[in-house]
């Protein structure tokens, strides 16, 4: 995987506090000097559990250190504050083995200071349309189902992801958590992303 930035790119809404932000770009992939941004997103974002955290950091290094073989991928939404370039949030997906045409998303997260300013939409349309270009149909996630991921559900929810009530063999809720499914339309998605 090539550190390319993707043709999408996000306007942000300006506010007073984000003055010196000129926008922000979706860019394919991780370097080292990545891994202690994206990291540090993970764990403040406490949604983690210990278990994730470590399973993160190990895609994070494979990603960052790896030789492009990897079947996981990450997306970077990055700035430019002050004249130097931040990353400011992140996506991370891959295929799910044995199950052709299905992938999952692992974790997203956009530091606080930027929510609702459509960068985790960004993400995951890029991410959409990447796995379609891959010939993907459909994308699983798990989250949970305490009071903490509400608002990651809303996001999901609010980005067409659907609560699945049917049981997937290949993709099994643990620990009491909540799958979704976003199947990938090429037509439609053609209509709402040109």
């Known amino acids: 995987m090539t550190n390319q930035d993707t043709i999408m ?10 003055d010196d932000i000129r926008g922000v770009r979706i860019v394919s992939g991780l370097t080292p000097n990545d891994m202690e941004a994206v990291l540090n997103m993970a764990a403040v974002s406490g949604v983690f559990s210990s278990d994730i955290m470590m399973t993160a950091e190990d895609m994070a ?28 949030g992140f996506i991370c997906y891959g ?5 052709t045409e ?14 609702r300013l459509g960068i985790g939409t960004g993400l995951v349309a890029e991410m959409r349309r990447q796995i379609l270009a891959e010939h993907g ?12 991921f509400e608002g ?5 929810e609010a980005n067409e992801f659907v609560y699945e009530h049917r049981f997937y063999k290949q993709f099994p809720a643990t620990n009491g958590g909540i799958i979704y499914r976003l199947g990938i339309d090429a037509d439609l998605f053609d209509e709402q992303y040109q």
């Open 61 to 88: 290094w494979d990603c960052a250190y790896g030789d492009g073989s990897e079947q996981h991928m990450f997306l970077k939404a990055v700035t430019t504050e002050s004249g130097m370039e931040k990353t400011i």
């Open 137 to 148: 149909k459909q994308i699983f996630l798990e989250t949970g189902s305490d009071r903490i």
């Open 9 to 18: 790119e996000i306007s942000t809404i300006t506010e007073p506090c984000f």
């Open 102 to 115: 299905s992938y999952e998303l692992y974790g997203i997260v956009v530091e606080t200071e930027y929510h």
């Open 152 to 156: 990651a559900r809303l996001f999901y």
């Open 95 to 99: 295929p799910i083995p044995r199950w």
